[in-house]
Nanobody
Framework: QVQLVESGGGLVQAGGSLRLSCVAS????????MGWYRQAPGKQRELVAN???????NHAMPVKGRFTISRDNAKNTLYLQMNSLKPEDTAVYFC??????????????WGQGTQVTVSS
């Protein structure tokens, strides 16, 4: 079993910054791609950014130039640096990881989510 635990969410004024972290633990052989998703009230969950095990990144258009995804493979940790935050960035942010376990099963895992609220 693999657990993903997010942290770093909170309340911030528009124009401010937050840094989200997601630590993976458990029966991990290899973490493949990882990503951040978000879900605002009444809306579908959407991709924010993802990153391969080799470090190649992809950022969704609404956050490009403001958010940066990164990872520390040695620490099994994923980050999302969020700058120039806007009220429309308000959502629950979820960490996602494609993990190969020590039993060589490859499964998709989700964290419990962390709330980000941006006030105008």
């Amino acid at each position: 079993q693999v657990q993903l635990v997010e942290s770093g969410g909170g309340l911030v004024q528009a124009g401010g910054s937050l840094r989200l972290s997601c630590v993976a633990s458990g029966s991990i052989f290899r973490i493949n791609a990882m990503g951040w998703y978000r879900q605002a009230p009444g809306k579908q969950r959407e991709l924010v950014a993802n990153i391969t095990s080799g470090g190649s990144t992809n950022h969704a258009m609404p956050v490009k130039g403001r958010f940066t995804i990164s990872r520390d493979n040695a620490k099994n940790t994923l980050y999302l640096q969020m700058n120039s935050l806007k009220p429309e960035d308000t959502a629950v942010y979820f960490c996602n990881a494609d993990v190969t376990s020590r039993f060589l099963l490859r499964l998709d895992y989700w964290g419990q989510g962390t709330q980000v609220t941006v006030s105008s």
